[in-house]
């Protein structure tokens, strides 16, 4: 399997611009996780999904941020408009059913706005 | 809410040296993961332990959860260059609850 697949690897972006993330599950998973990684702050969870439902977004910062997932094999992570702070790196991470399984890890978007 | 703590922050060994990592939480466990994080790199999963006394290995990796449940310790005996890199412990707050995860450990190792 190809594992959790995001996209782009790396985004450069200026503020006030729309930043659209992208994550492939592992196929046959059913939960999906977005996260978002700091110095300052660790890792965080943004929001969390089930058979493509969000099931908890108390963890999304902002109005500005706001996630998708129209079909199992596909989500989306949109923050318009982005601002220097939400420089970060995202993870998107899938699990076979629960929210409290072994959860597997994308390589991470590395996100900087100027 | 669930705080996981993890001491230390960072480490600096010898190769070859054996060294421990430790994850405290504020509450009961419901589970605890390990993982691996080098840098540019997403999260690998190590191990996950679910009962009170537990211990797991991996190569040169042990993993042990304490009875009480709330801590947790990562041990690597005769490190190597390879084992360098962030070490992270998750565990859920509550039953079916995403993961909460500690700070991390900064781990390199030197010849």
């Known amino acids: 399997d190809a594992g959790v697949i995001q996209s782009p690897r790396h985004e450069v972006t200026e503020m006030g611009q729309e930043v659209t993330l992208r994550c492939k599950p592992i196929?046959?998973?059913?939960?999906l996780f977005w996260y978002r990684q700091t110095m300052m702050r660790g890792l965080e969870l943004l929001i969390y999904?089930?058979?493509?439902?969000?099931?908890?977004d108390s963890g999304m910062p902002e109005d500005r941020f706001s996630a998708k997932m129209p079909n199992a094999s596909f989500s989306t992570l949109k923050i318009q408009p982005s601002e220097p702070r939400d420089s970060a790196v995202y993870f998107c991470?899938?699990?076979?059913?629960?929210?409290?399984?072994?959860?597997?890890f994308g390589p991470g978007t590395r996100l900087l706005v100027l | 809410s669930q705080e996981l703590e993890q001491s230390p922050q960072s480490l600096i060994v010898q190769e070859g040296k054996n060294l421990t990592i430790n994850c405290t939480s504020s509450?009961?466990?419901?589970?605890l993961y390990w993982y691996k994080q080098k840098y540019g790199e997403g999260l690998i999963f190590l191990m996950m332990?679910?009962?009170?006394?537990e211990e797991k290995s991996h190569e040169k990796i042990t993993a042990k959860l304490d009875e009480k449940k709330q801590q947790s310790s990562l041990h690597i005996t005769a490190s190597q260059p390879s084992h360098a890199g962030i070490y992270l412990c998750?565990?859920?707050?509550?039953?079916?609850?995403?993961?909460?995860f500690g700070k991390g450990t900064r781990l390199s190792v030197i010849a």
């Open positions: 196929s046959g998973h059913n939960s």
């Open positions: 998750g565990a859920p707050p509550a039953r079916n609850t995403p993961l909460v």
């Open positions: 999904f089930n058979n493509n439902v969000p099931i908890d």
């Open positions: 991470a899938s699990s076979l059913t629960g929210a409290s399984e072994t959860q597997y």
């Open positions: 332990l679910q009962k009170g006394g």
């Open positions: 509450k009961t466990l419901y589970g």
